[in-house]
């Protein structure tokens, strides 16, 4: 089987849910975003990226987020209701990434690349990432608007997105074997 860096950290990237409280270096993180701006994109270049690193805002998008799972199924309101629940799990940057919702597949094409290639960059730098729904519950709640305008996300832009990222707790990794399920016509 044919191994490389590349593929290397494609494979060993896992969702980090225990973070050293340190932040990220300027220089990763600039390499990071630079990464998810060479992803490809559906016509154009759709995608903008917030980074939250102030504990305040940090803080003010969890409780948002949780204030709005409360009207959502059970296990989100699960989460809203508990007080000690933290989306980022510790980890002290926030990555909101957002595209113009004039893209013809914003979602799925511009924001869904971009944070692919993202992970993976964050990975092959060492860093933990994971991919969180539950920050996005806040850009739907009353304050979303507001709260898009206080990011500097553009107007006419939506959130699809989110990630955290930071130095890992623990770096060992297990890699369960996984088989591409693929059929051939040749």
Same mark, same amino acid.
């Given at each position: =089987?044919?191994?490389? $860096? &590349?593929?290397? *950290?494609?494979?060993? /990237?896992? *969702?980090?849910?225990?973070? /050293?409280?340190?932040? !990220?270096?300027?220089?990763?993180?600039?390499?990071?975003?630079?990464? #998810? +701006?060479?992803? @490809?994109?559906?016509m154009g270049e759709a995608t903008h990226y917030a980074v939250v690193q102030n504990?305040? !805002?940090? $803080?003010k998008i969890n409780r948002l987020a949780k204030e709005a799972a409360m009207h959502m199924d059970v296990q989100l309101r699960e989460l809203g209701a508990n007080e000690a629940f933290n989306c980022y799990y510790g980890a002290p940057t926030l990555v909101i990434v957002s595209a113009d919702t004039k *893209?013809?597949? @914003? =979602?799925? +094409?511009?924001?869904?690349? +971009?944070?692919?290639? =993202?992970?993976?960059?964050?990975? *092959?730098? #060492?860093? #933990? &990432?994971?991919?969180?729904f539950f920050a996005t519950l806040a850009f739907g709640s009353p304050e979303g608007e507001a709260l898009k305008k206080e990011l500097g996300i553009p107007e006419g832009y939506r959130v699809y997105h989110t990630f955290v990222l930071g130095r890992k707790k623990d770096n060992s990794v297990y890699i369960p074997f996984r088989k591409a399920n693929v059929s051939y016509v040749r």
């Open positions: =089987m044919l191994e490389n $860096e &590349t593929l290397k *950290s494609i494979k060993q /990237r896992r *969702s980090c849910r225990s973070y /050293r409280n340190e932040q !990220v270096a300027e220089e990763a993180l600039q390499a990071i975003l630079e990464a #998810g +701006a060479y992803a @490809p994109n559906a504990k305040e !805002v940090l $803080e *893209s013809p597949m @914003p =979602m799925d +094409a511009d924001c869904s690349a +971009a944070i692919e290639n =993202m992970l993976v960059a964050a990975e *092959s730098l #060492g860093l #933990g &990432t994971c991919w969180i």
